[in-house]
């Protein structure tokens, strides 16, 4: 059976191609075709000579993604791919361009065995993990259809990537490596709804990246009716190994927030929050609050916070001397905002 080469880091390739390629300058051009020229096919590979390309091509795909459906939102731009495995499971990225710099948020798993239940890709229930280069694979995809280069990735799409450890952090070295993505440290985010011992396994990489904690409300059993699958973490727990994380990397720490309606987003609540980070982590401008209003998703049983609510909430944090940032929804029209990545 052919291996997908993104499936494989540089030296697990060179053991599986040793038997095509016999110079190590040959490796160095493959890689810069893959990673650096993106090509989709070693048809592309001009300098090579015409047998390796075919023996390249006789054991190893350098795609496994489709793309089935492209949307593209009329208020700002954002695209919503959904791309098609190649045993026929389909699942979201969104790419999220701007002047500067272009994003895309991908996923990690197909479905997410977290269930949150203000997110609809929490509803879908759960199929199974990516590989390291389905997850890579995203990227170089969305790279080649804008046209675009990316700087910036979110682990934000389908999945909680804590669950599929090994594959994210493979993935996440193939997207530091100077000599495969090359994209910057504080470029790239990995959200999580707080599973503990891969946030502090994260840490002891220490490879740098910025960690985003989906956290959504300081009780317990509060947290619990919209994350009914906390996986037996409290809140107290998760803050440790979040701290844990910020001492260790000294990279920013995001504590993300969504605000239902007469739910989560009350004066008293934003008081609580505001304790607990104060507490935990003194006033510190690296750790910051992203304050979400909920995007509306079929069936849920909740309503978004009024305007109103969401800046008293963010007033009260900032009287607090807490950093707190109202995240914009990107393309809320095409369903591809936080929360809205579902079937
Ligand atoms: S919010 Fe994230 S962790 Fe929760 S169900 Fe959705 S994808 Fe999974």
């Not at 707080?194 to 960690?211: C, M, S, W």
């Amino acid at each position: 059976m052919k291996k997908e080469l993104l499936d494989l880091t540089q030296s697990q390739f060179k053991t599986a191609a040793k038997n095509i390629i016999h110079k190590d300058y040959i490796f160095e051009q493959v890689f810069k075709w893959v990673y650096e020229k993106k090509a989709a096919s070693f048809d592309d590979f001009t300098n090579l000579s015409k047998d390796i390309r075919i023996k390249l091509s006789e054991n190893f795909v350098l795609r496994t993604l489709t793309i089935v459906k492209k949307e593209i939102s009329n208020i700002d731009s954002t695209i919503r791919y959904t791309f098609k495995t190649a045993d026929k499971k389909s699942f979201f990225a969104v790419f999220l361009p701007s002047k500067d710099s272009n994003s895309v948020c991908i996923s990690s798993q197909i479905g997410c065995p977290a269930g949150c239940l203000f997110c609809s890709t929490g509803k879908s229930g759960f199929t199974r993990n990516l590989s390291r280069g389905e997850i890579l694979e995203q990227i170089l995809q969305i790279e080649n259809d804008t046209k675009q280069k990316i700087s910036g990735v979110l682990f934000m799409g389908m999945g909680e990537p804590a669950f599929n450890y090994n594959n994210v952090l493979s993935a996440l070295k193939s997207l530091l490596s100077k000599k495969e993505f090359y994209i910057g440290k504080r470029h790239i985010t990995l959200s999580t709804v707080g599973i503990v011992p891969a946030i502090k396994k994260l840490a002891d990489e220490n490879l740098g990246i910025r960690l985003a904690v989906s956290l959504h409300s300081v009780d317990d059993k509060q947290r619990k009716r919209v994350i009914p699958n906390n996986f037996g973490f409290s809140i107290d727990e998760i803050i440790d190994a979040a701290q844990y994380y910020f001492k260790k990397t000294n990279s920013r720490l995001t504590i993300e927030y969504i605000l239902i309606k007469d739910f989560n987003d009350s004066p008293s609540d934003a008081h609580k929050l505001a304790r607990l980070l104060k507490r935990r982590f003194l006033i510190n401008p690296k750790v910051q609050v992203n304050l979400i209003p909920f995007n509306y998703v079929a069936k849920s049983p909740f309503l978004p916070s009024t305007s109103l609510s969401i800046e008293k909430f963010k007033n009260i944090l900032k009287l607090n001397r807490i950093t707190a940032n109202i995240r914009q929804a990107k393309g809320a029209d095409i369903s591809a905002a936080c929360g809205q990545l579902g079937y």
